[in-house]
Each structure stands twice: as structure tokens, then as C-alpha cells.
């Protein structure tokens, strides 16, 4: 993708935290399974402050109480029709 390493994941991970705390999710899980062609994103998790989960080894975990925004440069609003 060509936003990776442009911040647009760290931007688009913010909102989705502060939409989740909003509605009173605790943790965000993710799952990497590994294929050819995305070993490029191997660590991706892992970079976005994901942990891995001892008992399934491709699943991540984000506490969204803890996490604390990352965005420096992004920001994502709303977009209204005048």
C-alpha cells in the first residue's frame, strides 16, 4: 500500500481507538497470517503498539484504555457537505 510509512495507519488506528472507547470496547484484536506477499507488514502490530498473544501466535491485542495517540502530522475530521 503506498500510505504505509507515511503515518496514514498510525492516523487511521487514533480514531479507531477513540471511536472504540466511545462505544466501550476494551481491547482491539488483530491476526497476521502470514503469506508471500505481505511479509513486508510482519511487524505492523507489533509497530502500532499491538502485543502478541501468548496463547494464539498470530493474534495481537491493543488495550484501548492504554493507548495513547500517536498522529503527528494526519489529522481525520469530517467532512461536510455546504
Not at 497476521?32 to 496463547?55: C, I, R, S
Request: aromatic share 6%; net charge positive.
Amino acid at each position: 500500500c503506498r500510505v504505509l510509512k507515511r503515518d496514514m495507519e498510525i492516523a487511521m488506528l487514533d480514531t479507531l481507538v477513540e471511536h472504540a472507547k466511545a462505544a466501550g470496547v476494551e481491547k482491539i484484536i488483530g491476526t497476521y497470517l502470514p503469506t508471500p506477499k505481505n511479509a513486508m507488514v510482519e511487524d505492523h502490530y507489533n509497530k502500532l503498539g499491538f502485543t502478541l498473544d501468548d496463547g494464539q501466535p498470530s493474534r495481537w491485542i491493543l488495550p484501548v484504555e492504554t493507548y495513547k495517540p500517536a498522529t503527528k502530522h494526519i489529522r481525520i475530521g469530517t467532512l461536510v457537505n455546504g
